[in-house]
């Protein structure tokens, strides 16, 4: 078997036009999940009553089914339920023309609260209550103690957890090719399917993930260590 290395130069470069729907699904994913969850997470930390059995059970649901079976559900399900709506509200615009870049952000979005509030829980919950208790003794209030001292804290608690997140969900990004969604691994797939060279797209694939997976791991390395000399000082303090 002989490899089509002219075409591999060629899409391997063309993979990287479509990096910004892979970002930009896992951006907005982790924008928007993390104030969600850690609301969440506080909720299940202080107990709250009617909260609690829903939110086991979201987090419960989502991390027990595959992400592709997420994607086929919500994506088959949720413009045929808005179509309904609208119609019923009489609205007249055509939910099947929206750009289906939209469902990912959604569906990505849930999932990664789900993720992140129990990230969060565990990392809030790791922090000595002793601090909390030290900022009521000088007059600080619970949102200003959270912001100033425990969060920054739990942040580094959180870091690792964080960092296999975001990896999982870039990597997961390469099943949106399923709603037409012209990620990396759509790209390359169209490319392939020219001179059905996918060997070489598949490669190239490849070798893209590992590139943008790495750059990933190396900011959060960077991230932790800045954040846990913050947490030094703050505790030598």
């Given amino acids: 078997m002989e490899l089509n290395y002219e075409f591999m130069?060629?899409?391997?470069?063309?993979?990287?036009?479509?990096?910004?729907?892979?970002?930009?699904?896992?951006?907005?994913?982790?924008?928007?999940?993390?104030?969600?969850?850690?609301?969440?997470?506080?909720?299940?930390?202080?107990?709250?009553?009617?909260?609690q059995l829903p939110i086991k059970l979201y987090i419960s649901l989502v991390r027990g089914v595959p992400m592709?079976?997420?994607?086929?559900?919500?994506?088959?399900?949720?413009?045929?339920?808005?179509?309904?709506?609208f119609k019923e509200l009489n609205i007249s615009y055509n939910i099947f023309d929206l750009n289906t870049i939209w469902y990912a952000y959604i569906i990505f979005t849930l999932s990664t609260c789900a993720m992140l509030t129990e990230v969060f829980r565990s990392a809030l919950q790791s922090i000595d209550r002793g601090q909390l208790e030290a900022g009521y003794s000088v007059g600080m209030s619970?949102?200003?103690?959270?912001?100033?001292?425990?969060?920054?804290?739990?942040l580094v608690v959180a870091l690792p957890s964080l960092c296999n997140i975001t990896v999982s969900i870039i990597k997961n990004t390469s099943l949106v090719f399923m709603m037409a969604v012209k990620d990396i691994t759509a790209?390359?797939?169209?490319a392939a399917s020219y001179g059905y060279n996918y060997i070489e797209a598949y490669?190239?694939?490849?070798?893209?993930?590992?590139?943008?997976?790495?750059?990933v791991q190396i900011l959060f390395n960077v991230l932790e260590k800045s954040f846990g000399r913050f947490r030094q000082r703050v505790l030598s303090n």
């Fill in 68 to 85: 592709i079976v997420q994607i086929l559900v919500i994506y088959s399900l949720l413009p045929s339920l808005l179509n309904y709506l």
């Fill in 142 to 154: 619970t949102w200003r103690i959270y912001l100033r001292i425990i969060i920054p804290q739990a």
């Fill in 187 to 190: 790209v390359g797939k169209i």
């Fill in 9 to 51: 130069a060629d899409t391997f470069f063309k993979l990287f036009h479509a990096l910004p729907v892979t970002l930009s699904i896992t951006f907005v994913a982790l924008l928007a999940a993390t104030p969600i969850a850690f609301l969440l997470a506080l909720a299940r930390i202080k107990k709250i009553k009617y909260l």
């Fill in 203 to 215: 490669i190239d694939v490849f070798v893209v993930y590992i590139i943008i997976c790495s750059v």
